[in-house]
């Protein structure tokens, strides 16, 4: 059984997962996965700004390639997340 989760100092915390567009487009399908768990993590701890992920998890770009097991992931942590969006982005991403 784990206790109360620390914060770290910020010197050691993981460095933000970035909101850039492109950058995020030109990852490997996995990197896109990988990247959206750490971006929701983020911004459920306020570290990043919900509007920003949501215009890149929103892109169609986004999905592009992605394997049936990446998919998966995707799915699962971005609904399990949905309460880092506000309540309009909720449904767009409900019904994706």
């Not at 567009?21 to 750490?38: C, F, I, N, T």
């Amino acid at each position: 059984m784990r206790g109360p989760r620390t914060r770290l100092p910020p010197c050691l915390e993981a460095p933000a997962a970035t909101v850039e567009l492109e950058q995020v487009l030109s990852k490997r399908p996995d990197g896109r996965a990988k990247w959206l768990a750490k971006a929701l993590v983020q911004a459920s701890d306020g570290r990043m700004d919900s509007q920003s992920l949501y215009s890149v998890v929103a892109h169609n770009r986004f999905i592009e390639d992605l394997t049936e097991k990446s998919g998966k992931k995707m799915y699962r942590a971005l609904h399990a997340n949905l309460h880092v969006f506000s309540s309009r982005q909720r449904k767009f991403l409900e019904k994706a």
